[in-house]
């Protein structure tokens, strides 16, 4: 069943990289496990999949307690603050970071146990108001603020785009993170070298992929429809 969704969305990504001209191994899958048992993440660890996404700090540390130690964990969920001491150390990349308290929080803790954390800045490229994410001015001085953090290296951005019927209604939001990063890395800003895009979900991965993503985060269609809403 799993092994059966890996390989289409597998082969689905390869095709879009064909097309950009891009290599697959330049984009990585993230299966998006949250709210399903970790069985379901062994079972696809067991099928070669290793990088799984969750969005919330407490399920992902009980399900890594119950999986293999070669699983990687990606946060891509709201995080609050007082669950960021869950999360670091525990997840290879923060995905979501979408203000500087939290990412000062994160800092704190990260010094504390004297780790380095990864983390993306979240931005909502949509200027959705109902979405997490901060706008792309805000993005800039997010993403200068955390270049200042010693123990948070600043990798790249992440996006949640709008649901839609056609993909291709996302095409110019992912281009436009794309184009966001660049404008950045142009400003030269000290300890910030971004070179990871976090966009496309189940419905939009493709295109996602074609436009530069370097992590698509996928979760119904490799699991199917989830246990519970969200
Ligand atoms: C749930 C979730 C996904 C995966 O969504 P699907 O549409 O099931 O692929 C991706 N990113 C984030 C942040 C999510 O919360």
């Known amino acids: 069943m799993f092994a059966e969704r890996l390989e289409k969305v597998d082969r689905e990504i390869r095709e879009a990289c064909e097309k950009a001209g891009r290599r697959r191994e330049d984009v990585t899958l993230i299966a998006v496990s949250k709210t399903n048992p970790a069985e379901a993440v062994r079972e696809a660890f067991a099928c070669g999949q290793i990088d799984f996404g969750e969005n919330k700090a407490q399920e992902m540390v009980a399900k890594k307690a119950e999986c293999p130690d070669g699983v990687r ?33 994160i800092e704190r803790i990260a010094a504390k146990k004297d780790l380095t954390v990864s983390v993306l800045a979240e931005v909502n490229i949509a200027d959705e108001a109902t979405k997490h994410g901060i706008g792309r001015e805000e993005a800039v001085e997010l993403v200068r603020a955390m270049g200042e953090m010693p123990h948070l290296s600043v990798e790249g951005l992440m996006c949640i785009a709008p649901p839609v019927e056609d993909p291709e209604e996302n095409r110019p939001y992912f281009a436009a993170m794309r184009e966001l990063l660049n404008e950045i890395n142009a400003m030269g800003l000290p300890g910030v070298r971004l070179h990871e895009l976090s966009m496309g979900m189940s419905g939009d991965y493709a295109v996602a992929a074609e436009e530069g993503a370097t992590f698509v985060r996928v979760g119904t269609a490799l699991f199917g429809a989830r246990k519970y809403p969200i």
């Open 73 to 105: 964990w990606h946060f891509i969920g709201n995080l609050q603050k007082n669950k960021v001491k869950y999360v670091v150390g525990n997840a290879v990349m923060i995905h979501s970071v979408s203000s500087v308290p939290l990412a000062a929080e």
